[in-house]
T-cell receptor
Framework: LAKTTQPISMDSYEGQEVNITCSHN???????ITWYQQFPSQGPRFIIQ???TKVTNEVASLFIPADRKSSTLSLPRVSLSDTAVYYC?????????????FGQGTELSVKP | DAGITQSPRYKITETGRQVTLMCHQT?????MFWYRQDLGHGLRLIYY???????DKGEVPDGYVVSRSKTENFPLTLESATRSQTSVYFC????????????FGQGTRLTVV
């Protein structure tokens, strides 16, 4: 299984862009990179997923360099409501047999 | 209503008792997962299932039993509850696993006294 490493915590202010980087040095060829967001007392929620280059949706962007050994979740103009824990997952259906393994996550705190 | 639901939302039980946490999804997703989350920590995979009648261990399976006789249900049983199993339990489902979106339930807060 590809191991992921993220910062434990980050602080930001409202209106700023936040970039959270995840390291996954032993990512396999078939692995996808997925980010989830979790608010207190709630289950995680899917944010974005990618395989290579850049992916953008209405919530975030995901930047993946050519070697795929890291990825960066970018949240534009954060607000207080973006305060949450963000998890980076790496994996595929086949080599892992379908497991979804979460790491420790990054606790993002957005201040006014 | 479409979605994934867990029951009960809150449960207090005594040490040594058997308790079952229920999880039901309405999408006919192939994959289902059980996680536990302890205060201030990330999610740890207990068991998962790729289809009805197919289950496999996750990271922390000891003390837990699962079954999946129907695609839509994935109950988690603590055969003899211990205080260390006090946690919040989340169920999730997905059409596939790592290369698609997983949907999580609201969680069951279990306290073992």
């Amino acid at each position: 299984l590809a191991k992921t490493t993220q910062p434990i915590s980050m602080d930001s202010y409202e209106g700023q862009e936040v970039n959270i980087t995840c390291s996954h040095n032993n990512i396999a060829t078939n692995d996808y990179i997925t980010w989830y967001q979790q608010f207190p007392s709630q289950g995680p929620r899917f944010i974005i997923q990618g395989y290579k280059t850049k992916v953008t949706n209405e919530v975030a962007s995901l930047f993946i360099p050519a070697d795929r050994k890291s990825s960066t979740l970018s949240l534009p103009r954060v607000s207080l409501s973006d305060t949450a824990v963000y998890y980076c997952l790496v994996g595929d259906n086949y080599n892992q047999g379908g497991k979804l393994i979460f790491g420790q996550g990054t606790e993002l705190s957005v201040k006014p | 209503d479409a979605g994934i639901t867990q029951s009960p939302r809150y449960k207090i039980t005594e040490t040594g008792r058997q308790v079952t946490l229920m999880c039901h999804q309405t999408w006919s997703h192939s994959y289902m997962f059980w996680y536990r989350q302890d205060l201030g920590h990330g999610l740890r995979l207990i068991y998962y299932s790729a289809a009805a009648d197919i289950t496999d261990k996750g990271e922390v399976p000891d003390g837990y039993v699962v079954s999946r006789s129907k695609t839509e249900n994935f109950p988690l049983t603590l055969e003899s509850a211990t205080r260390s199993q006090t946690s919040v339990y989340f169920c999730a489902s997905s059409d596939r696993a790592a290369d698609t979106e997983a949907f999580f339930g609201q969680g069951t807060r279990l306290t073992v006294v």
